[in-house]
């Protein structure tokens, strides 16, 4: 059975979508949802024809909804010119559902007043301790950091956040695709810190802030850092294998 325009897509099976308005959400959705990605993948995902998709990429361009960008280091392979990758822009994501986002901006003021900016940071720290309450503290090994990423971008899509994870260079990027607070969290910085101060909790090492859907960037993305548990891990097999020839050169 095809999925209904709008929900998740997946590469398994592909949404004939017959009328216009349909096809444009489902390709909004995919891009939110997937992007930065090319009118290729699109086309596959989405089961309809590279005219049709770069149809609707061109009308979105023009309307300044979508932009295209050069292909991702981690993406360019083999020879040729790269395809170009499309991601909704701040106005694109702007024309989504946020109908809460003025109630929600009316509270956290009002919790600013009453509280002060302790009960705003209070607040913020228990709501993201709470979405990534079923993750458990990371391990120490560069496996075991790169299962918890995974494991908090589950968590952050279960709130609506649709997160994924990647590999870039010697780390692994969380990806977080839609931010449903962040017209709130443009206001009140505390949501996005607090998220960070839990990723570091949970992971157990530092991790950086590279962008924000909240300051204009196209997604929030975070760079938990690996090498430093890679060369840790392999320094402490080192150890371990030196200890056990000593042991054996006094027997």
């Known amino acids: 059975m095809s999925a209904a ?19 444009r959400a489902a390709v909004v959705t995919l891009i939110l949802e997937q992007g930065p990605v090319t009118a290729v993948h699109i086309s596959d995902e989405l089961g309809i024809t590279p005219t049709a998709v770069r149809r609707h990429l061109d009308a979105m361009i023009a309307s300044g909804d979508v932009v295209s960008t050069a292909a991702p280091r981690y993406a360019q392979r083999g020879r040729g010119r790269p395809a170009k990758h499309f991601q909704l822009t701040s106005s694109g994501r702007g024309r989504l559902k946020h109908a809460y986002d003025d109630l929600a901006g009316a509270v956290m ?61 010697n780390g692994v990027q969380i990806c977080q695709h839609h931010c449903p607070v962040a017209h709130v969290a443009a206001e009140f910085p505390e949501l996005c810190e607090a998220e960070t101060a839990v990723f570091t909790a949970k992971l157990g090492t530092h991790v950086q802030r590279l962008a924000t859907i909240a300051n204009g960037d196209c997604a929030c993305t975070t760079h938990v850092p690996l090498a430093k548990m890679q060369a840790a891990n392999q320094v402490g097999a080192q150890s371990a294998s030196a200890s056990v020839a000593s042991g054996r050169s006094h027997i």
């Open 109 to 169: 003021r009002r919790l600013r007043k009453i509280g002060g900016e302790e009960a705003v940071t209070d607040f913020a720290m228990e709501r993201a301790q709470e979405i990534m309450s079923d993750v458990p503290v990371s391990g120490s090994s560069a496996e075991d950091l790169e299962n918890t990423a995974e494991q908090i971008a589950e968590a952050l899509t279960s709130a609506g956040f649709s997160a994924t994870t990647r590999r870039v260079g």
């Open 5 to 23: 325009p709008g929900t998740h897509i997946g590469a398994e099976s592909p949404v004939p979508v017959s009328h216009d308005g349909q096809t």
